[in-house]
């Protein structure tokens, strides 16, 4: 429009294209130009406008009963629904009747505005006999208030130019929107068939706003990417090539001074499918009744059993994956204890307790990997080097980097503590994952007997200073040994590090989740597998683009703990990039006053990613309006595995569980995008579209101007947490 002249006059130059659309009307196609106040304005005239022509054609023309305005037909499924409902046969429903009857068609409804809707309709009642009561057309218009949503409305006439999809508009909405391949004609009636509720629509192969608003919603229109609900990446690589969901003082949930301890950390990182934990065994207490050792950290006052602990760990383990689980072991017992120990291993774990005695594998000749491994049951602690006899003695370096807070080790200045050891107990530890204190000095690989051999321990301190003044040598050795970074002593609430800067330099043991089907190993990008990187470096291809646009919210609750007067909410969304610091941005939509049932944002942002491995993108919803706390939810995922098109993102409480029906509708396009472990079927859009939906787009990150059209390729083309072995608390 702004190539018309009418809009290089100086009053109408500076509105945003998309605020102006045109009407071509009569035998000469005459032209009417218009110009709305806002892109939202023009967007419902033009919608309410190709509906209007289309409902016309679909009149005049003399086709069967589908070329009936599937408005009707929507009509129709709710009045029929309503004749069932009505059992007295009376015509209409009480105000209870008719909330459970909304709710039991859309579970997604709001309560609270369904109730709202319909005291208001039953009190508006012209006739005083019927009120308390709704009617069959009150019904109707309650359901499509409530139920409709505006930008799926807007998106599905954008694609059809009708109030419904036909098979083939679906087909072009999955092609071009959502990159989908081989949709066929037979696939866009088994979707219609799936999600539409109306069985005349079905009959028809026409999906209405309801159907398609079910299949939006959808788990296969979820953010994530599906094929990374699966262990989808090679695991046949060495153990230091992965990053290794690990839980630190495992045994512990919250304050470690005031907490009693339950099995609980136990329970919730094995569910996490974290594949590295820690138990801490102690004697027990001289004059008790306890006849087993126990499990308990240094500073807690109460303890567990160890056959509690070990009997949840046998039980756990393998649920939700088969691969290997690391036990890290601190032993506090005399021989004796460390016998009775030794016999609880084998009755407790059986053969999925790894013996290195009976492995034939001379792990010097190669590395071990997490498939070698598969449902074993991995002990790692101190072991008799260098001694024959059935006992020895150990240094306990480890505990000695233990009890610092957060400090270098000063080896010349204490001494480690020397303890007896059974040569039956040291025979279960791992022999290529001996525990050593990684100080932050450079460390001196040559003085390692092989690269296999070593667990490296270092603290959150320690790490810090080694970023700080040998980053190259920090991520050299995290590229060939395994690395476990404790939090620092000072954490006795048991908070989390923050581990997306240790990632950054490849330390594997620090927990991410959600990648490869959740089994616990995230295979390291290839450039910290094959060479030395370190944050800030120049990647070697170009980076990827990111386009963004957060459209709508579902059912944000006010935030807990929140004291506001009123139940308004003033929500807005934070879009939060984590990766290496060259990655590292936010941005934010502007605040929807007093609206959290369904929020309209309809911003879009675009991000450039340099190392999309690495790269986290948060999803982060707050409260404007607040007093006290401001968050409403939040959902973080891998960039790797972020799905094209219009996708909803269910958001998360502060304990990482799903808000009922809370969600964000957005929309997700990526150029450049290479391999990584997502799938080829995703691909960029038709060019128009793209200009159609980004050319108000915020450019974060960007160094030049960026052509849209030149980015995409024109039609439709073929196509929590997680370090090695870092340590991270659990929650």
Known sequence: PKKNRKFKNFRFFFFQEQCAFSIIHGDQYECLDLIAKTPEIAKIWITGLMSLISNHVGICESEPSGSRP???????WLGSVFDEADIKKCGCLSEKETVELVKRLNPRTLLCRVEHEVKEASVLNPDESQRGKITRSQFVEIYKAVATRSEIYFLMVQYANKDYLSCKDLQVFLETEQGLLGITMKICQSIIEQYEPSKEARELNHMTIDGFTN????????????THRIVCQKMNQPFSNYFIATSFNTSLTDDQLKEPLNCKGYIEALRRNCRFIEVDVWEPIAGTDEKEPMVHNRRSTSKLTISTVLKVINEMAFQRTRYPLFVRLEIHLNVEWQMILVDMFHDTFG???????????????????????????????????????????VALENENFEVQSGEAIDSASKSPKRMLFCRKLSDLMCPWAIPA??????????DMPNKNCQLLLSSEHNCHKMIQNFPSELARTAKDHLMLLTPNASRIDSSNMNPQEFWNYGIQMQG?????????????????????????????????????????????PRPRGSTAKGNSTDPYVVVEIFGCPTDC??????????????????????????????????????????IDDDFIGQYTIPFEC???????????NNEGEVLENCTLFVHVAVTNRYGGGISLKYVMYDSSIISRQYNDTCRISIKKKTNFRALSNPGVKDISSDIQLMSFETD
């Not at 299949?215 to 990417?225: G, P, V």
């Not at 990684?438 to 040559?446: C, D, V, W």
């Open 437 to 446: 204190v990684f100080k932050e000095t450079p460390l001196n690989t040559s």
């Open 642 to 652: 972020l799905k094209n098109g219009y996708r909803h993102v269910p958001l998360l």
């Open 351 to 393: 053969d999925k307790l790894y013996q290195p005695n009976n492995d034939p594998i001379d792990w010097t000749e190669r590395r071990p990997t997490p498939k070698d491994f598969q449902m074993k049951i991995i002990l790692i602690g101190e072991q008799l080097v260098g001694v024959e006899s059935d006992i020895g003695e």
């Open 585 to 626: 941005t936010e941005e934010r939509t502007r605040t929807v006053k007093n609206d959290g049932a369904n929020p309209a944002f309809d911003e879009s942002f675009q991000f450039e990613i340099t190392v999309p491995e690495m790269a986290l993108i948060r999803f982060l919803v707050l409260d404007d309006d607040f």
């Open 215 to 226: 299949y939006l919603h959808s788990d296969e229109n979820f953010l994530f990417d599906s």
């Open 70 to 76: 599937l408005a009707t037909i929507r009509e129709r």
């Open 512 to 556: 991410k989740f959600s990648e490869n089907g959740g089994c616990g190993y995230v295979l390291k990008p290839s450039i910290m597998r094959e060479e030395v990187y370190t944050p800030g470096d120049i990647m070697p291809i170009p980076p990827q683009i990111l386009y963004l646009r957060i459209l709508s919210g579902q059912h944000l």
